[in-house]
């Protein structure tokens, strides 16, 4: 059975709902055809992720998640997402969008990775603004 897990590790995150939002994501990698195990989700602070991303990645610059595949060859998907809140706040500040929906929209963008997704191409990321948007609203549409 497939597991989903929200922790803390320098902020907190007060989310209502959690429990169908994990469910949600667990649906994802069946829609995608992905076997699950297990994956967690990390909130932290930009600092705290500005550190993963200089130690493990060699990057130098804040970013607003980073996920790390664990998977071992030829098992289900088992991986960490480190989901920076203060990049996300500041991102839905700028897009002038609910801090809900930004924050959505980044845990869906870290499952898809682990799907297999990438954004490095203009074609990748096409595609991935269009599955971070077919999630979007599939999840809006199970909230009414």
């Known amino acids: 059975m497939a597991t989903v897990s929200f922790r803390s590790a320098d902020r907190t995150l007060n989310l209502p709902g959690k ?26 602070s930009d600092d705290y992720l500005l550190r993963i991303n200089q130690d493990f990645l060699q990057h130098d610059y804040y970013t607003d998640i980073i ?56 074609s990748e990321i096409a595609l991935m603004r269009e599955k971070e948007e077919q999630y979007l609203r599939l999840f809006d549409k199970r909230l009414r």
Do not use: M
């Open 67 to 122: 996920s790390f595949d664990l998977t071992e060859p030829g098992g289900k998907k088992e991986a960490e997402i480190y989901v920076s809140l203060d990049r996300v706040k500041d991102n839905a500040r700028t897009l002038g969008i609910p801090f809900r929906t930004e924050l959505y929209r980044v845990l869906f963008h870290g499952a898809l990775h682990i799907c297999g997704y990438k954004d490095k191409k203009k």
């Open 19 to 44: 429990t169908g939002l994990k469910n949600f994501i667990a649906g994802l990698f069946k829609r995608e055809q992905t076997s699950l195990a297990s994956l967690t989700y990390v909130f932290c």
